[in-house]
């Protein structure tokens, strides 16, 4: 069981980068997803997050109207659309998935609690 992040890179204010995460060993039809991100010095944080039945998203306040989250669950793969990008989106990006939260879970709920399985970070460096 094993999610590989991908799509990270070093984009100017305003860009846009669309990272990967594709899952082997397991399909994500009946898990929750979410990235989640760690800045420097800084605690990881929950950046969105949704349910297995997609019936509640989540996203940070910091996030909201310029990230979006989805999933192909034919490809095995979840993705983070950003764009609209800032300095402050500088962070180790993370995957995750579980299938032990119900799948009516609340988005929230997800983001701010534990995940089963974690993909390695892919790096994402908002800069001029």
């Known amino acids: 069981v094993q999610l590989q992040a991908s799509g990270g890179g070093l984009v100017q204010p305003g860009g846009s980068l669309r990272l990967s995460c594709a899952a082997s060993?397991?399909?994500?039809?009946?898990?929750?997803i979410g990235w989640f991100r760690q800045a420097p010095g800084k605690e990881r944080e929950g950046v969105s997050c949704?349910?297995?039945?997609?019936?509640?998203?989540y996203y940070a306040d910091s996030v909201k109207g310029r990230f979006t989250i989805s999933k192909d669950n034919a490809k095995h793969t979840m993705y983070l659309q950003m764009s609209s990008l800032k300095p402050e989106d500088t962070a180790v990006y993370y995957c995750?998935?579980?299938?032990?939260?119900?799948?009516?879970?609340?988005?929230?709920?997800?983001?701010?609690?534990?995940?089963?399985?974690w993909g390695k970070g892919t790096l994402v460096t908002v800069s001029s």
């Open positions: 060993g397991f399909t994500l039809d009946d898990y929750a």
């Open positions: 995750a998935a579980d299938r032990r939260v119900d799948p009516d879970s609340s988005g929230s709920y997800i983001c701010h609690g534990g995940m089963h399985y």
């Open positions: 949704i349910n297995s039945s997609g019936s509640s998203t």
